[in-house]
Every structure is written in C-alpha cells, then in structure tokens.
C-alpha cells in the first residue's frame, strides 16, 4: 500500500520560509515523478514542483521559480520542497504526489492527506 506522508506545514508571515517534507512508502518510486501541488480555497488544484527520483530533474511552475527548491534523498524516500519568500498567495493545502507525468496534477497516481500553508500579512 502506497503512502505519503506531509509534514511541515503552519503560518509563516510574508517574506518568510518553510520546509515542507513528504515521506513515501510502499512501493518503489524509481520510474515515478514526485511532486509537490496545492490547493487554495475556490481554486483547482495546482502544480508547484516536482523531482524525478532518477537524475534529479525538476520542474517547477513559473509562480514559484526562484523562491522554491525541491529535493529528494533516495535513501530516506523523502521529498522536500523549500520554500523561501512566501507570499500571501502561497497559501494552500500543499500535497505530496507520485505520479508519471510532472506537471499534469490530474496523471498523479498517489496523493498525501495534505498539510495547511498559511502565509499572513
């Protein structure tokens, strides 16, 4: 049975940093993308990043370029996505996903239960 597991959510004010981590189980990822989407309120949910477990190629959506980083450690099977100067737009639920294809939320094949982003003024 595949999990995801987020951890490191919470309230940041503007201009701040979180780390978000996502820990996989169950099954090898090696053929997989993992990625890191989000969801705010009213809105559909959206790409933010994604890593490839072989190679390390990442992608990243164009409202996050620069300010976020993702990374994984194959030993650990975990994901990271750093997030440094948070806007207010930022906040969502983020998700931890595995899936085939990076950028197409809807091809994720595996989801996490979510953790809350929440950045203040």
């Known amino acids: 049975q595949v999990q995801l597991v987020e951890s490191g959510g919470g309230l940041v004010q503007a201009g701040g940093s979180l780390r978000l981590s996502c820990d996989a189980s169950?099954?090898?990822?090696?053929?997989?993308?993992m990625g890191w989407l989000r969801q705010a309120p009213g809105k559909e949910r959206e790409f933010v990043a994604a890593?490839?477990?072989?190679?390390?190629?990442?992608y990243y959506s164009d409202s996050v370029k620069g300010r976020f980083t993702i990374a994984r450690d194959n030993a650990k099977n975990t994901v990271y996505l750093q997030m440094n100067g948070l806007k207010l737009d930022d906040t969502a639920v983020y998700y931890c996903?595995?899936?085939?294809?990076?950028?197409?939320?809807?091809?994720?094949?595996?989801w996490g239960q979510g953790t809350q982003v929440t950045v203040s003024s």
């Open positions: 996903a595995a899936g085939e294809n990076p950028t197409t939320p809807r091809l994720y094949r595996y």
């Open positions: 169950g099954r090898t990822f090696g053929n997989y993308f």
């Open positions: 890593i490839s477990w072989i190679g390390a190629i990442t």
